[in-house]
Nanobody
């Protein structure tokens, strides 16, 4: 069984930065694709960024150049560094792990960007 626990969310002013953390239990982290998704009020959950077990990354166009996803397989942790935050980045951010077609989700962490 895989459990994902996010942390690092909070409130920040526009232009600020936050770093999200997702710690995974279980033994499949290092051989899985992991990522971050977000869901704003009244909107569908959307992809933010993913990173494969080999380190290949993919980003939503809206966050390219501002967000960076990374992972540490020795710590079973995936990170999301968010810079130059905008009000439209406000959402609940969810950690995701995908392995052999099965998806696992964390409970989410709130990110609020407001002046």
């Amino acid at each position: 069984q895989v459990q994902l626990v996010e942390s690092g969310g909070g409130s920040v002013q526009p232009g600020g930065s936050l770093r999200l953390f997702c710690a995974a239990s279980g033994s499949i982290f290092s051989i899985s694709t992991t990522g971050w998704y977000r869901q704003a009020p009244g909107k569908q959950r959307e992809l933010v960024a993913t990173i494969t077990r080999g380190g290949s990354t993919n980003y939503a166009d809206s966050v390219k150049g501002r967000f960076t996803i990374s992972r540490d397989n020795t710590k079973n942790t995936v990170y999301l560094q968010m810079n130059s935050l905008k009000p439209e980045d406000t959402a609940v951010y969810y950690c995701n792990l995908e392995f052999q077609g099965r998806n696992y989700w964390g409970q989410g962490t709130q990110v609020t960007v407001s002046s």
